[in-house]
């Protein structure tokens, strides 16, 4: 290929690079949310039991976090300046509402910044008690941000707050409207919950791993029954958050919810299919079909008589500034409806076997006051973090590719909202490389901290990020560990 | 309201440059301290004050973007437009010297760590060029408005803007070594003291001079700059010079406290007097910041919030550097605070 190819399409190129470097992001956002948390139980039983193992957990946790809190730091900030690289359009005149979510995530972002240095910091030097204190600023900061940032995606799909003059400005902002958008709720608790169930299941499964290999000591097991825990909780409740998303996107978003049903036509009694997809001529081929159920779910009161919006339902638009489409272009396209519907099946498909894995955890305590024992338990459990991550990915996928083509919702499209300009291609390449050694680093110095901690028996502060370096070099105060008392 | 955002917009480009360039500054110093053994006390200085810091350091280019595209948007949308190769290198820097440093922390072998502090150092040098260019593109009026593009090349590759790169380069590391000084003296090591005192000297003396042929290369390159600069914002220009000569006076005389206080005053004048220079213009002599600012709900919210981090973030961010400093005087091996805070010496588990 040539550059001049290659330079043909920027908004492909454009879309590809955000879809990256969000689809990377998103994997160190549930850590940087929940880990905190998970890090403050164990803090917590360390002071108040006196437990050392929790200590030494609260520790080595606050440490990994350090890293990839710094990871997401950088990632995220490549998103802020891909904003403005990549859909300047859409920026220049959404900005004004677009992103004043994002100024209160600015806010949540700082504190926790300032927090996550204070408390990795603060291990030597502050009373355990009010170091623990210090870790809380974290949890909250890292729900706040992230519910922010959701609060302005839940607004791509669901405008409100503004009003356009005739060119197409937008010329009265109400922030509160803008924030508080009817999608927020739904979507917001829907990723707060992703959060904590990837989180807990990501660092659960490296110690179920652990356990796999023999490490079956106290400090291993509290590893694993922290996150796992946490996970396990958090996942029922994430079915029934993602069921009331699913009908408020149902009543709101009729184009989203045609592909993700895979709905050609506007019927009553629509069947749910899985897997299967849509042909070109528009009809559903392939797939197991389970008669009504489609129909039965978006609203169980009228049961199997509740019409199902197919992608021909759509209204063709020509208002808001926005250019006319038919009905039809007004949605994903079949290509991109196809992709909804597989993101949303896995989504699904998997929150469903993490949900039967966390009543099999919970089962087990009620009833032997254990986690499982078998291998088999902790095979799948060394499964689930990457499972969860990738049920995490598909639901976003099911949410941004929905709502094509539009980047704002019945007032801009992506291609309109795109630059122009024709280097993208070059950017994503040499992001697409960073971003490998990145991940790639990332993985390998977690896994050398462990082990060295592994081998030396114990952790010190210099080795981490934000963490007072090794001041030995600079006289006195070599780095020692200080048990609670 | 228009007025007051924008001065929160400075307030943030100020404290960037202020706290944000010093980090920058010291991988700069980390970049040329020589070899793993030459370099291994003034690199551990480095590591030892920038380490906690430096996360919220860098969230003030956060706040910058963050509010310029909320209250400027249309600014921020003809920057991105034109400035798209300064600032993805910028970008992509940013990545690198992150993940460099923090990966640097934490692995333990040599050669890694050279690789990882390469990163960091050479991404040190970088992204203060990009964001200096970038701030001689947009005062030099080569950033159009009203969604045209400028030359993506000619707009950051001109005298201006590529006084304003290097002006940045040398003006973080003129920073930075003062900040060093002062924490080499904390901690009681002359020697570190005196090494980054010398450079802090070079340093200033360079930062002098660039700003001074600056001034000839605005004149014929960016009047309309210039003519702010020699009216408008003359005072501060002044304030600027005498602030910095002042500190390299002190610096001379080695009371690194005072050179530092004097060189924070010097490069905020700077800074602000950029802004007053180009003042009412946001885009000089194409969008003035009352067009370019977006509706009062936007303004207000944007004013807020800031507000409201005055009062959260302040004092926390107080905390930090408090807790910062401690650690610093921790370093002079006296008293063992571990051993005052928890009642109990660093026994083995």
């Known amino acids: 290929m040539n550059a001049s190819l290659l330079a043909v399409d920027s908004v492909q190129w454009a879309r590809a690079q955000m879809a990256f470097t969000l689809g990377f992001h998103i994997i160190l956002v549930p850590l940087g949310v929940s880990w905190a948390f998970m890090t403050l139980i164990a803090n917590y039983r360390a002071i108040k039991y006196d437990d050392t193992d929790a200590l030494q957990l609260a520790q080595r946790w606050s440490k990994y976090m350090a890293v990839t809190f710094a990871v997401g730091a950088v990632t995220g900030t490549v998103l802020t300046f891909e904003f403005g690289l990549l859909w300047p359009t859409f920026m220049g005149r959404f900005g004004p509402a677009f992103g004043i979510p994002f100024t209160i995530e600015g806010l949540f972002f700082f504190t926790e910044a300032i927090f996550v240095a204070i408390y990795i910091y603060g291990w030597r030097r502050l009373k355990p008690?009010?170091?623990?204190?210090?870790?809380?600023?974290?949890?909250?900061?890292?729900?706040?941000g992230a519910v922010s940032v959701i609060a302005a995606n839940a607004w791509m799909n669901e405008p409100q707050g503004f009003t356009l003059n005739r060119a197409g400005k937008v010329v009265d902002v109400s922030p509160w409207s803008v924030i508080f958008n009817k999608a927020f709720p739904y979507e917001g608790a829907h990723m707060l919950a992703a959060a904590y169930v990837v989180g807990g299941f990501l660092i659960a499964s490296v110690y179920a791993m652990g356990m796999l290999r023999g490490r079956r000591d106290r400090y291993h097991r509290l590893g694993f029954i922290i996150p796992f825990t946490v996970a396990a909780i958090m996942t029922p409740i994430q079915m029934a958050v993602g069921d009331s998303l699913a009908r408020f996107v149902y009543n709101n978003e009729p184009a989203k919810f045609a592909a993700i049903e895979l709905v050609p036509k506007t019927n009553k009694?629509?069947?749910?299919?899985?897997?299967?997809?849509?042909?070109?001529?528009?009809?559903?081929?392939?797939?197991?079909?389970?008669?009504?159920?489609?129909?039965?779910?978006?609203?169980?009161?009228?049961?199997?008589?509740?019409?199902?919006?197919?992608?021909?339902?759509?209204?063709?638009?020509?208002a808001n500034g926005a250019a006319a489409v038919s009905p039809i272009a007004n949605g994903p396209t079949i290509a991109q409806a196809n992709v909804v519907h597989l993101a949303w099946d896995i989504m699904v498909g998997l929150g469903t076997l993490l949900a039967l894995l966390s009543v099999w955890y919970g089962l087990s305590w009620l009833f032997k006051r254990d986690y499982p024992k078998t291998n088999w338990f902790l095979r799948i459990a060394a499964c689930t973090g990457v499972l969860s991550v990738v049920t995490m990915e598909a639901g976003w996928v099911v949410t941004e590719v929905g709502r094509q083509p539009w980047i704002v919702h019945n007032y801009m499209t992506v291609t309109s909202a795109a630059t122009t300009n024709s280097g993208v291609w070059l950017t994503f390449v040499v992001i697409l490389g960073i971003y490998a050694v990145v991940g790639v680093t990332t993985i390998l110095v977690l896994r050398g901290m462990s082990r060295r901690w592994r081998e030396s028996g114990d952790v010190a502060d210099s080795d981490v990020p934000y963490g007072p370096s090794d001041s030995g070099i600079l006289g006195g105060d070599a780095p020692q560990e200080v048990p609670v008392g | 309201?228009?007025?007051?955002?924008?001065?929160?917009?400075?307030?943030?480009?100020?404290?960037?440059?202020?706290?944000?360039?010093?980090?920058?500054?010291?991988?700069i110093w980390d970049l040329v301290a020589g070899g793993a053994e030459r370099g291994e006390r003034p690199r551990a200085l480095i590591d030892h004050s920038i380490g906690p810091v430096w996360e919220a350091n860098h969230v003030w280019l956060i706040f910058c973007l963050v509010v310029l595209w909320t209250a400027f948007s249309t600014a921020f949308s003809s920057i991105m437009l034109t400035l798209y190769v300064p600032l993805t290198l910028a970008a992509l820097g940013i990545v690198l010297r992150g993940s460099g440093f923090a990966f640097r922390k934490a692995v333990t072998r040599p050669r890694d760590r050279r690789n990882f502090g390469a990163a960091f150092a050479l991404s040190s040098v970088l992204v203060p060029f990009c964001m200096g260019a970038v701030a001689g593109a947009i005062a030099s009026g080569r950033v159009p408005s009203g969604g045209n593009a400028g030359d993506p090349w000619s707009s950051w590759i001109n005298p201006t803007a590529i006084i304003g790169g290097l002006l940045a380069i040398s003006v973080c590391a003129y920073l930075s070594a003062?900040?060093?000084?002062?924490?080499?003296?904390?901690?009681?090591?002359?020697?570190?003291?005196?090494?980054f005192r010398r450079r802090a000297v070079v340093a200033a003396v360079v930062s002098g001079v660039i700003a001074f042929i600056g001034i000839f290369v605005f004149r014929t390159d960016a009047t309309y700059l210039y003519d702010g600069l020699t009216s408008r914002a003359l005072p501060l220009v002044v304030v600027s010079a005498i602030c910095g000569l002042v500190s390299l006076g002190m610096l001379l005389r080695g009371s690194s406290m005072w050179a530092r206080l004097f060189s924070i005053g010097a490069v905020a004048a700077v800074v602000v007097g950029w802004g007053v220079a180009q003042w009412p213009y946001m885009l000089p002599e194409s969008l003035k910041v009352a067009q370019a600012a977006g509706p009062t709900g936007t303004l207000e919210a944007v004013l807020v919030v800031f507000v409201f981090a005055a009062v959260v973030i302040l004092p926390a961010l107080a905390l930090l550097f408090t807790l910062d400093q401690k650690s610093l005087l921790a370093g002079e091996g006296g008293a063992d605070q571990t051993v005052a805070a928890t009642g109990k010496p660093g026994a083995p588990r």
């Open chain 1, 129 to 144: 008690w009010a170091h623990f204190w210090t870790g809380v600023p974290i949890v909250i900061a890292g729900i706040g």
């Open chain 2, 1 to 27: 309201m228009t007025n007051a955002t924008a001065v929160v917009l400075f307030f943030g480009v100020t404290a960037y440059a202020l706290f944000g360039g010093a980090d920058f500054g010291a991988g």
């Open chain 1, 269 to 318: 009694d629509v069947p749910e299919t899985v897997f299967g997809h849509l042909s070109a001529n528009g009809t559903v081929s392939g797939g197991i079909r389970i008669p009504g159920l489609a129909s039965f779910l978006s609203d169980p009161a009228t049961g199997k008589n509740t019409i199902v919006p197919g992608r021909e339902a759509n209204p063709a638009l020509g």
């Open chain 2, 178 to 195: 003062v900040y060093l000084v002062w924490d080499a003296h904390r901690i009681g090591d002359t020697d570190l003291s005196e090494y």
